[in-house]
């Protein structure tokens, strides 16, 4: 079955450690975002691309950074200049002229 | 600037009641407009969009919604709800000019059902 597949599930940080994170999809979107999902704070959109060796930032890019060197992956390290980086990470894809996106089950990351 | 904007951060119903979730948007050009439902720990599941024409869209597991331009609307309900809709529900909207920029998310409505 296709989807997006976010790994690892769970993942803790030490101070000054930077921290990538996976995020790999077969529905052959064109399309991929990052989002980050605080309690109470709803999803921000942190970094998105929209063809492979191209990407945007979002809202909150500062302290991570992507890289979209294949079609169908997309990782986001999380650096050390993040300064509170605990929060859930999900991923997502689309479809460009359709626009609904497609998620992940998300990466919890917490700090040590 | 797009933003979305969700009444009640929590909403309790009776199992069996009717459900209404309420979601307010701003956009500058005709929106995209989006339901997602999430589990705890899970990732985002979309219920329902719309895009263009009919304004009353029907989406799964009963949900459905109505775009009302004039209010800048687009309020979720179920006739009848079920314990397994107890979830997170998110609003979103779209106007990005190529539809490839990101959505803008609600902060969410956490949806309670008593039995």
């Known amino acids: 079955d296709g989807g997006i597949t976010q790994s690892p599930k769970y993942l803790f940080r030490k101070e000054g450690q930077n921290v990538t994170l996976s995020c790999e999809q077969n529905?052959?979107?064109?399309?991929m975002y990052w989002y980050r999902q605080d309690p109470g704070q709803g999803l921000r959109l942190i970094y998105y691309s929209q063809i492979v060796n191209d990407f945007q930032k979002g809202d909150i890019a500062e302290g991570y950074s992507v890289s979209r060197e294949k079609k169908e992956s997309f990782p986001l390290t999380v650096t050390s200049a993040q300064k509170n980086p605990t929060a859930f990470y999900l991923c997502?894809?689309?479809?460009?002229?359709?626009?609904?996106?497609?998620f992940g089950d998300g990466t919890r990351l917490s700090i040590l | 600037a797009q933003s979305v904007t969700q009444l009640g951060s929590h909403v309790s119903v009776s199992e069996g009641a009717l459900v209404l979730l309420r979601c307010n948007y701003s956009s500058s050009v005709p929106p995209y407009l989006f339901w997602y439902v999430q589990y705890p720990n899970q990732g985002l599941q979309l219920l329902l969009k719309?895009?263009?024409?009919?304004?009353l869209v029907k989406g799964i597991n009963g949900f459905e919604a109505e775009f009302k331009k004039s209010e800048t609307s687009f309020h979720l309900t179920k006739p009848s709800a079920h314990m397994s809709d107890a979830a997170e529900y998110f609003c979103?909207?779209?106007?990005?000019?190529?539809?490839?920029?990101?959505?803008?998310f609600g902060k969410g409505t956490h949806l309670i059902i008593q039995p």
């Open positions: 529905l052959n979107h064109d399309a």
């Open positions: 719309y895009t263009t024409g009919a304004t």
């Open positions: 997502a894809s689309s479809i460009v002229p359709e626009r609904a996106q497609h």
């Open positions: 979103a909207v779209s106007e990005g000019g190529g539809g490839a920029d990101g959505l803008t």
